[in-house]
């Protein structure tokens, strides 16, 4: 039973416009949110995070939604770069735990 | 400091054969966990160590284990090789002493092919 589900696995985008990426959790439990990129042949690196605490995150062009009473969270990008083609991975850990549930990803083709 | 390092980088095996993959995690990181990724499976936990220890288990099947040494370094091994276990690899280390919020560094995985 996947506790943490990001229900589109492609995204299209035109470069400059916004990308937002959704990641939806069922573990109630859940007080920590990631998300990493991935390039092919690559491993994934750590993007942005935001704790249970807060609503909102950002980090340039990158910020990070969370809504806990949906038990969603979305990832924006702002302006678009053929460079953020990637995969995004959602991650979510609870305070018990030490180490994240990952989604199963969501491939972002920013077109130039 | 250096990145989390995986050997080798490729491998080609066949069915029923044994690999072992190894991985070294980022210095002072006392916790390395696996991950099997497959297209459409996003990434699957296999296991994690710290101190040695396998301190969490995913839902994989015997056929995969794994180890850590003192030194925090972490090999894992797969025997009896079927077709479905190609797949990139992926080793990540953190600090591994703090529940909650563990942000993990990945390595670039291998990538395992079965003939």
């Known amino acids: 039973d996947q506790q943490v589900k990001q229900n589109s696995p492609s995204l299209s985008v035109q470069e400059g416009r916004i990308s937002i990426l959704n990641c939806d959790y069922t573990?109630?439990?859940?007080?920590?949110f990631l998300w990493y990129k991935k390039y092919p042949a690559e491993g994934p690196t750590f993007l942005i995070s935001i704790s249970s605490i807060k609503d909102k995150n950002e980090d340039g062009r990158f910020t990070v939604f969370l809504n806990k009473s949906a038990k969603h969270l979305s990832l924006h990008i702002v302006p678009s770069q053929p460079g953020d083609s990637a995969v995004y991975f959602c991650?979510?850990?609870?305070?018990?735990?030490?180490?994240?549930?990952f989604g199963r990803g969501t491939s972002l083709i920013v077109h130039p | 400091k250096a990145g989390v390092t995986q050997t080798p980088r490729y491998l080609i095996k066949t069915r029923g054969q044994q690999v072992t993959l190894s991985c070294s995690p980022i210095?002072?990181?006392?916790?390395v966990s696996w991950y099997q990724q497959t297209p459409g499976q996003g990434l699957q936990f296999l296991f994690e160590?710290?101190?040695?220890?396998?301190?969490n288990k995913g839902n994989f099947p015997g056929r995969f284990s794994g180890r850590q040494f003192s030194n925090s370094r972490s090999e894992m091994n797969v025997s009896t090789l079927e077709l479905g276990d190609s797949a990139l690899y992926l080793c990540?280390?953190?600090?591994?002493?703090?529940?909650?919020?563990?942000?993990?560094?990945f390595g670039p995985g291998t990538r395992l092919t079965v003939l």
């Open positions: 991650a979510a850990s609870e305070g018990g735990s030490y180490i994240p549930t």
């Open positions: 160590y710290f101190s040695e220890t396998q301190r």
């Open positions: 210095s002072g990181h006392r916790s």
């Open positions: 990540a280390s953190s600090p591994g002493s703090m529940r909650g919020n563990n942000e993990q560094f």
């Open positions: 573990n109630s439990m859940f007080d920590y």
